[in-house]
């Protein structure tokens, strides 16, 4: 059991779900990012996923596309993202979010070994798809890392089945049809997606892609293991100008939203 399944379980036995916090990697600049993650933890964030920032980033909303961008111009690149959780993994269990191009042109091999090497426990890969998934699947397997792909409302049962069978660690659940953001709803969908993969996996399932709010993670608790948070988080570093006031507000909420994970 590693690091990773150790949290789940952990969530598991105190009857209640687990929480992700994402960050942007050089966002708002590399030891802003460190920072951020640390004031999540310090507000009861189980888990840590690090975006490895994207030119293309299909699955982002405009708040995670926002901080991205300001992540590229600061020049951040594979290894500033190895270091920032090398900085993070001793505190939390930390993956990183990653589309597929960045990772093969550094090295898949490379990158996984490294990524294992820093105390990283796995990656999720939202664009890349179990066809051309053979390389990160074995190197994963050799390094011991876990293998987090995405599932959406519309995917088939056997695909959600194919799916499933590579995953380790958890399943990453998308909540609706279409991208990253703060919304005042979440969608029904996450619940009927959630319960198919009842019927064919026993890993963990966490819901992303919309919670923003504790009442929004009170819901998704009720039927997922795991709730991540992306856009709320992020907002705060975008709208505050002082650094100290947005970190200060990234653990309030961390705190509400961990507060409110009970099953």
């Given at each position: 059991?590693?690091?990773?399944?150790?949290?789940?379980?952990?969530?598991?036995?105190?009857?209640?779900?687990?929480?992700?916090?994402?960050?942007?990697?050089?966002?708002?600049?590399?030891?802003?990012?460190?920072?951020?993650?640390?004031?999540?933890?310090?507000?009861?964030?189980?888990?840590?996923?690090?975006?490895?920032?994207?030119?293309?980033?299909?699955?982002?909303?405009?708040?995670?596309?926002?901080?991205?961008?300001?992540?590229?111009?600061?020049?951040?690149?594979?290894?500033?993202?190895?270091?920032?959780?090398?900085?993070?993994?001793?505190?939390?269990?930390?993956?990183?979010?990653?589309?597929?191009?960045?990772?093969?042109?550094?090295?898949?091999?490379?990158?996984?070994?490294?990524?294992?090497?820093?105390?990283?426990?796995?990656?999720?890969?939202?664009?890349?798809?179990i066809e051309e998934s053979k390389t990160w699947l074995n190197t994963a397997q050799s390094e011991g890392l876990a293998?987090?792909?995405?599932?959406?409302?519309?995917?088939?049962?056997?695909?959600?089945?194919?799916?499933?069978?590579?995953?380790?660690?958890?399943?990453?659940?998308?909540?609706?049809?279409?991208?990253?953001?703060?919304?005042?709803?979440?969608?029904?969908?996450?619940?009927?997606?959630?319960?198919?993969?009842?019927?064919?996996?026993?890993?963990?399932?966490?819901?992303?892609?919309?919670?923003?709010?504790?009442?929004?993670?009170?819901?998704?608790?009720?039927?997922?293991?795991?709730?991540?948070?992306?856009?709320?988080?992020?907002?705060?570093?975008?709208?505050?100008?002082?650094?100290?006031?947005?970190?200060?507000?990234?653990?309030?909420?961390?705190?509400?939203?961990?507060?409110?994970?009970?099953?």
């Amino acid at each position: 059991m590693n690091r990773l399944d150790e949290a789940f379980s952990v969530a598991k036995s105190e009857n209640r779900a687990l929480l992700i916090g994402f960050v942007t990697a050089g966002f708002p600049s590399k030891a802003g990012t460190i920072a951020t993650a640390k004031a999540m933890i310090a507000g009861g964030v189980d888990v840590i996923e690090v975006g490895f920032p994207y030119s293309d980033p299909v699955m982002d909303g405009p708040i995670i596309q926002r901080a991205g961008e300001i992540a590229l111009e600061n020049k951040t690149n594979a290894l500033d993202v190895l270091d920032i959780v090398e900085e993070i993994s001793n505190l939390a269990p930390t993956l990183v979010m990653t589309y597929w191009n960045p990772i093969e042109k550094f090295g898949v091999e490379k990158f996984s070994r490294e990524l294992a090497i820093r105390g990283g426990v796995g990656l999720i890969t939202p664009d890349l798809t179990i066809e051309e998934s053979k390389t990160w699947l074995n190197t994963a397997q050799s390094e011991g890392l876990a293998k987090v792909f995405v599932v959406a409302p519309s995917s088939t049962d056997e695909r959600l089945q194919r799916v499933t069978n590579s995953c380790s660690g958890f399943v990453y659940a998308a909540s609706l049809m279409g991208v990253t953001g703060v919304r005042s709803e979440i969608s029904n969908s996450a619940q009927t997606l959630v319960a198919k993969l009842r019927n064919i996996t026993s890993l963990p399932i966490a819901v992303g892609l919309g919670v923003s709010n504790s009442e929004q993670a009170a819901q998704v608790s009720k039927y997922a293991d795991g709730v991540i948070v992306g856009s709320a988080f992020t907002r705060h570093l975008l709208e505050n100008q002082n650094i100290d006031d947005a970190l200060k507000a990234i653990t309030n909420l961390a705190k509400e939203l961990s507060g409110s994970m009970q099953k």
